[in-house]
């Protein structure tokens, strides 16, 4: 790039155009891979913790969620410090934001249901998992994650009440599975 | 009449390097060279040029132990910037 070139009105239209969307993609394709990183993790553990629940037959194994911050957050925030320099734009905070908010939200409800007032905690987290799901896509201005957070917030919030026992962890897995998929969106969108 | 051009923006380097920072909180020097393709001696000479005019501030610290020289657009840079891609269109529309 040559800083003494002379350009007319339209080629410098272009250039902003041009490099502010190319600004956007980077950061939104760099974004990506928190989703793919908690999108893994997640069905991870919710698969670990159905598989020993079900055949040990002991829901003490659900303890094993708080794994899920004390592995995860440390990892994110080493990602977080190989990003190059890539600096951060109002929609990736913003989506920082939404996913920071409802794990603060999931932590915090898993440890009052277990130490102080019992409640169906998978009800509660489904429904603000499709929310903040709901949320990034909004904010991505992309309908398929829209609607795919809708469908896990109401379809999670009926099959919590429906099944019962490790049975309803399997939609956490397909929550993490959904955060993988938005991942890969993003990743192809922003390519 | 037309609006007289920045010729502080009316440049291609400076131009990317202020759209780019009008997009995003603060961009650290190496990442403006990634996005920008231009050699470091090009870039730090345009940078000055920004900050002379008081349309970005440049923050020299650590990251780690690695040097991190940071650059953030200031207000008087965000209307400067405003005004020119309004001049921009106004050039455009009157050409058609």
């Given at each position: 790039m040559e800083q003494n070139k002379e350009m007319t009105a339209s080629e410098s239209l272009q250039l902003i155009t041009e490099t502010f969307n190319k600004n956007r993609k980077d950061i939104l394709r760099s974004s990506a891979k928190f989703f793919i990183f908690w999108g893994a993790l997640l069905t991870a553990i919710s698969l670990i913790i159905y598989l020993l629940w079900h055949f040990?037959?002991?829901?003490?194994?659900?303890?094993?969620?708080?794994?899920m911050p004390v592995i995860g957050y440390p990892l994110a925030a080493l990602m977080g410090r190989y990003k190059d320099g890539q600096p951060q734009n109002e929609v990736s905070k913003m989506l920082g934001g939404v996913w920071g908010v409802f794990g603060a939200f999931a932590i915090t409800l898993s440890a009052i249901a277990i130490l102080l007032v019992p409640m169906n905690v998978t009800l509660i987290i489904v429904i603000i998992m499709g929310l903040a799901e709901c949320m990034s896509g909004v904010l991505l201005k992309n309908w398929p994650i829209i609607i795919a957070g809708f469908l896990l917030g109401v379809g999670g919030a009926v099959f919590a009440m429906l099944v019962k026992g490790e049975g309803q962890l399997l939609i956490f897995t397909l929550g993490g599975i959904l955060l993988l998929l938005t991942g890969c969106i993003m990743k192809l969108q922003y390519k | 009449m037309f609006p007289k051009l920045d010729p502080l923006l009316h440049s291609e380097l400076r131009l990317a390097v202020m759209s780019i920072l009008a997009g995003v909180d603060e961009a650290d020097f190496t990442y403006l060279k990634k996005q920008t393709g231009a050699t470091s001696g090009n870039l730090s000479v345009q940078i000055d040029k920004l900050t002379a005019a008081d349309y970005i501030t440049v923050e020299k610290g650590f990251k780690g132990k690695m040097p991190r020289t940071t650059c953030k657009i200031t207000p008087t840079g965000q209307e400067a910037f405003s005004n020119y891609v309004e001049s921009l269109k106004e050039y455009l529309s009157a050409g058609k």
């Open positions: 040990k037959g002991n829901p003490s194994w659900n303890f094993l969620w708080f794994a | -």
